[in-house]
């Protein structure tokens, strides 16, 4: 039981360049989410996914698109990235037996 | 929609001690849940309590012990025993309760917590 998993870890990018990153989730939780951790600001939700097939916008949901084909993965995309999104992503998915959220690692992102 | 503040972006304690970190919060709900998640070094966001707004019992986990202030919507963290695997950022956190919350936690800015020997 992994629980939630991010890929990559790090990451490099130059303006414009887009980039995928992957979540997956190994609890069969119907929820997941997406979170930008910058400075100062806590973390603010981008996107969230209420089952498969279906995504909503957050706080911050500007420049990013997602996708939730299957119900272990939610992808957050990039498509021109802006240093304005240099920022640790944290992605979650939620329920179990206490109704909370479980966070992946994280993953650190630079536009240079 | 809701909003969580917390007023202490840094704090110290001597280890062995007992150290409270502040939060605030605002909401129109009825129900709703208040968390206190931990981010040591590792970046790893770790959940250290939760509490259910419609239970009047504070929550407790072994060191951690939460005051619950409903009426004036606070919502402060006390660690007992510091220990010097406790220093981390503390964020607290908010969500509704069911409807179409669907689990979506608001942030604090977070508390920098640092233990000293």
């Known amino acids: 039981n992994a629980g939630v998993t991010q890929t990559p870890k790090f990451r490099v990018l130059k303006t414009g360049q887009s980039m995928t990153l992957l979540c997956a989730q190994d609890?069969?939780?119907?929820?997941m989410y997406w979170y930008r951790q910058d400075p100062g600001m806590g973390l603010r939700l981008i996107h969230y996914?209420?089952?498969?097939?279906?995504?909503a916008k957050g706080e911050v949901p500007d420049g990013y698109n997602v996708s939730r084909l299957k119900k272990q993965n939610f992808l957050l995309g990039l498509e021109s990235a802006a240093p304005s999104q240099t920022s640790v992503y944290f992605c979650?998915?939620?329920?179990?037996?206490?109704?909370?959220?479980?966070f992946g690692p994280g993953t650190r992102l630079t536009v240079l | 929609a809701q909003t969580v503040t917390q007023s202490q972006p840094e704090m110290s304690v001597q280890e062995a001690e007992t150290v409270t970190l502040s939060c605030t919060y605002d909401?129109?709900?009825?129900?709703?849940?208040l968390f206190w998640y931990k981010q040591p070094p590792s970046r790893q966001m770790i959940l250290v309590i939760r509490?259910?707004?419609?239970?009047?019992q504070n929550a407790t986990e072994n060191r951690f012990s939460v005051n619950f202030q409903k009426a004036a919507k606070s919502f402060s963290l006390k660690i007992s025993d510091s220990q010097l695997g406790d220093t981390a950022m503390y964020f607290c956190?908010?969500?509704?309760?069911?409807?179409?919350?669907?689990?979506?936690?608001?942030f604090g800015q977070g508390t920098i917590l640092t233990v000293h020997p």
């Open positions: 609890m069969n939780h119907e929820y």
């Open positions: 996914s209420v089952g498969e097939g279906t995504t």
């Open positions: 509490q259910e707004a419609y239970k009047q």
């Open positions: 956190a908010s969500s509704n309760a069911g409807g179409t919350s669907y689990g979506k936690l608001t």
């Open positions: 909401t129109s709900e009825s129900n709703y849940y």
């Open positions: 979650a998915s939620y329920g179990g037996a206490i109704d909370t959220q479980y």
